[in-house]
Nanobody, 122 residues
Framework: QVQLLESGGGLVAAGDSRRLTCEVSGRTYSYYFFGWFRQAPGKEREFVSVIKWRSGIPTYGDSVQGRFIVYKDDNNTKLWLQMDSLTPEDTGVYYC???????????????WGQGTQVTVFS
């Protein structure tokens, strides 16, 4: 069982940056994959990034590539999503999640946090 707790959301001006944190607890394994997803009102959950716990090598969705960076601490207890050059289109609830395989599909993820709201205003 893995517990995930996101934090760091809030109201952000367009062009500004924000860093989200996902605190990880419970039993984790180096072969896990940790993903970030977001969901805007009335839209489907969208892939943001995925990182392999062992290697720390990330992959990003097209809409955030070059603006967002995901990284983790050496103790494998925290995952961060650094978001730069934010636009109103980045508004949504941001979730971290765990999968046993590399995937951009939400249904492949077993454990989810409760999410943190990010609202970007222009």
């Amino acid at each position: 069982q893995v517990q995930l707790l996101e934090s760091g959301g809030g109201l952000v001006a367009a062009g500004d940056s924000r860093r989200l944190t996902c605190e990880v607890s419970g039993r984790t394994y180096s072969y896990y994959f940790f993903g970030w997803f977001r969901q805007a009102p009335g839209k489907e959950r969208e892939f943001v990034s995925v990182i392999k716990w062992r290697s720390g090598i990330p992959t990003y969705g097209d809409s955030v590539q070059g603006r967002f960076i995901v990284y983790k601490d050496d103790n494998n207890t925290k995952l961060w999503l650094q978001m730069d050059s934010l636009t109103p289109e980045d508004t949504g609830v941001y979730y971290c999640a765990v999968s046993l395989k590399w995937s951009v599909v939400p249904s492949d993820y077993t454990y989810w946090g409760q999410g943190t709201q990010v609202t970007v205003f222009s």
